[in-house]
């Protein structure tokens, strides 16, 4: 994990937010699809790659309770700096996505992912992404997946990446999750460059 720590913390300490490739000014294509949920509100929700993404200004916004992940502490540092007095409600996890979540993590309702799955390229580290996915979202919870579609380019941040399709993600999550919906979207990064997507909402059964 150390090498990885230190990767994105120099990622995160080098630029600005707004300089970052996956940089949205408002996480509008993620709300959007988080609207199809019935009273998706007052939920608790998981984001495995928090950064300092705007999304989690908009769940706090609508009164979600929020448990952040990220491999780089320098990440979540700014994060909590940003939103101030509003980190009081939420839980802060510094892990690696890939390995077992600590056991005082929750249940949720709903796991949020854009732009983490895409970077993990072993199968080990995938299997292990989706373990803990499994884990702890509830019965009748949702997951919604943004990556890199297979259209997309193939590497970010100066790493590789696993490009994904609808189906992949479907069959990676296994049985007892339904499709909801899926649509590919083309995300115009900081630099003006397209950068395809796929977004696919899941229930849990």
């Known amino acids: 994990m150390d090498g990885l720590v230190e990767h994105w913390n120099r990622v995160f300490s ?33 984001l495995p790659g928090a950064g300092t993404s705007m999304l989690v200004d908009a769940l706090l916004a609508k009164g979600m309770r929020l448990i952040l992940n990220d491999i780089s502490d320098e990440a979540l540092h700014r994060l909590k700096r940003r939103i101030g007095e509003q980190g009081e409600h939420v839980v802060w996890l510094h892990h690696d996505i890939a390995k077992p979540l600590p056991a005082i993590i929750p249940q949720v309702d709903l796991w949020v992912d854009r732009a983490v799955l895409h970077f993990l390229l072993d199968e080990a580290d995938i299997t292990g992404y989706f373990t803990n996915l499994r884990a702890i979202l509830k019965p009748g919870g949702h997951v919604l997946l943004a990556e890199f579609a297979e259209t997309g380019a193939t590497r970010c941040a100066g790493l590789d990446v696993h490009r994904y399709s ?25 630099a003006g460059a397209p950068r395809p997507y796929v977004y696919a909402l899941f229930r849990r059964d």
């Open 14 to 46: 080098g630029k600005a937010d707004s300089e970052l490739g996956w940089y949205e000014g408002d996480a509008r294509q993620t709300l959007v699809l988080l609207d199809l949920i019935p009273s998706n509100t007052s939920q608790t929700v998981f």
């Open 166 to 190: 609808a189906a992949e993600m479907a069959q990676r999550l296994g049985p007892g999750f339904s499709l909801v919906k899926a649509e590919d979207y083309i995300f115009t990064n900081p």
